[in-house]
Structures are given as C-alpha cells and as structure tokens.
C-alpha cells in the first residue's frame, strides 16, 4: 500500500519478540502513508537561528530542515539553496572543520539540527553545516540532555542516536514518549530492536513495506539480527525527540502498532500485540480494497468517455 489511501498520513508500526516465524508478523512497520517515497516527511516545528550575517542590510533567504530529514537530504537542500552542482556540500564535509564529537567518526548525521537557517550571498557549504551542528551541539550539551542520558545510562551520542529513532517511528508527539520507553525497555531486557525505520536507512529508502530479506541484510543498522543500537543515528532529531530520548514515559511497554489514524496501541503483553496487528492488517487490506475499488471506478469513467 503506497501513496494516497483511506489511510493516508498516518505511521503504521509494531514491535515483538518471543520470535514467531518471521513471515507471520511484521516486527515493526515504519511509515507514513503519505508522501513517502520522498522521504520528506513530516511537519517541521523549525527553530530559527539566528546567523551573524556579512552584510546586516541584505534580507537572505531561508533554508528549512525538517526534523527526521536525513543527512543525504540536508546535503541536497543546501545544493540547491546555495545554487551549486549536486554533490557540492557533501563532498565539502572532510574540510569543513565540523566539532562534531568523537564518535561520530566525521559522519554529521544526527547533528546537522532541524531548524530555518538564514543565507546569505556569502554562505558556504561548509559555512551552512558548521551553523547546523554547532546549533545542534549547543543543543546536546544541555544539562538537560547530559543528565538524561546518565539517567538512561547512555552517552549523549546514543541519546541522539535514539532520537533520530523515535523521530522515526512515532506517529505523533505524544506518542514519542512512549516509543522512547519501548527502545529502553527492549535494550534492558536484551532484546534486538527490530525497527524498520534502521532498515530503511540501510538501504536508503522509506517505505511500509519491509520484506522477510530485508530483514535478513548484511548491515550494521540492521537491528533484527544485531543486538544494540544502530551505529550512528539515522536522521536529525529535533527538541521533542530528544526531550522523549531523555525523559521517556514510564511504562512496561514492549511493542506498538498504529492499527488506524489516531490509534496507536503500546502493549507489554505478545499475545495483545498479535491481535493489535490483525487488526492493523484488516484495516491495511481494507484502505487497500477501497483504492483498487476506486481505481475501477476512474478506469470505467474514462472507459465511457472514450466511448
């Protein structure tokens, strides 16, 4: 199911151990309906930031990162921002100069922050990601971040990292919280994550529709059969992914799956779970009925107009 449904907007995913057979149940499903295949998903509550700027009199245009884009995103919209060949701002990394932390290993990902960004005839690449992580790392070095993730008994990196999974997989605000507490709890209690959204990054992609071999991919961000948190984050978090990251909601929550727009369901219980994915599947397989019904509708009125 892809594109515009009866369904459309909403994140389907879910989460369970206990290893059933691998093709009965879906571990988790990452998504939204709508626009997915751009990847550029997702209603940005953007920051602004203010820039020192070489000529104050000259109004610049803005550059908007959503909260969720990945780094291969970010890249291209400050390409065609700046007005410069594709590839441009990537290929400037090494000698950017970025103060990323130590176990990023140079890699920017997680820490070039969603917010609107000012630009000026004088920005650079390199000048434009040094804003954005700089701006992301004012942001982590909060006491804030730092005692929750001493709290959580991680490292502001894996903070973020857990972030950029939440941003992700929850279905709104309010449930980020909640898919924080499910990441926490899986890794207290030894279990592999399972989320779709580490799948996708792996492969470049967003979709719903995860496969058993794609589950089954030689890839350190494959979090079905590696245990642990991916290797870097998979996206840029904003405030409320890391406000969830660092101070998840209590509760013994092991899986979840939105079964319908505006319901999703968090659950300690497997076998709760199965039956809050059968009925995800139901209505799934249902908003998939009404769109062939609706594509036989449109056939039959060009069918006529033709005639």
Request: avoid cysteine; charged fraction near 25%.
């Amino acid at each position: 199911m892809h594109g515009m449904s009866a369904f459309a907007g909403y994140r389907a995913r879910m989460l369970q151990t206990k290893t059933p057979r691998r093709g009965t149940i879906r571990l988790t499903r990452r998504g939204r309906i709508a626009l997915i295949a751009t990847g550029a998903v997702a209603a940005v509550t953007a920051v602004t930031v203010p820039l020192l700027l070489p000529d104050d009199s000259a109004r610049p245009e803005s550059l908007t990162i959503p909260e969720g884009w990945r780094s291969g995103q970010v890249y291209g919209a400050v390409d065609k921002a700046l007005g410069v060949p594709t590839g441009t701002t990537k290929k400037a990394i090494p000698k950017a100069g970025l103060k990323l932390p130590s176990d990023a290993g140079g890699n920017p990902e997680g820490y070039l922050f969603p917010a609107t960004y000012p630009i000026s005839n004088q920005s650079t690449p390199a000048s434009v990601l040094s804003y954005m992580v700089n701006t992301a790392a004012k942001k982590f070095s909060g006491g804030q971040v730092t005692a929750g993730a001493d709290r959580n008994a991680v490292n502001v990196y894996q903070t973020v990292t857990i972030a950029s999974m939440i941003e992700a997989e929850a279905g709104s605000k309010a449930d980020m919280g909640k898919v924080a507490r499910v990441i926490y709890n899986r890794l207290d209690q030894g279990m592999p994550l399972q989320m779709d959204s580490t799948i996708n990054y792996a492969l470049n992609r967003s979709t719903l529709n995860t496969r058993d071999r794609d589950t089954k991919i030689n890839s350190p961000y494959n979090t079905y059969t590696r245990m642990g948190l991916p290797p870097t984050p998979i996206g840029n978090p904003g405030d409320e992914a890391m406000r969830a990251a660092t101070s998840p909601t209590q509760g013994d929550w092991l899986y979840f799956v939105t079964v319908k727009p505006g319901d999703t369901r968090f659950t300690s219980s497997f076998e709760e779970q199965q039956k809050n994915v059968a009925e995800f599947n139901k209505n799934k397989n249902k908003s998939k009925n009404d769109d062939n019904d609706e594509n036989k509708d449109e056939n039959k009125d060009e069918s006529k107009q033709d005639g």
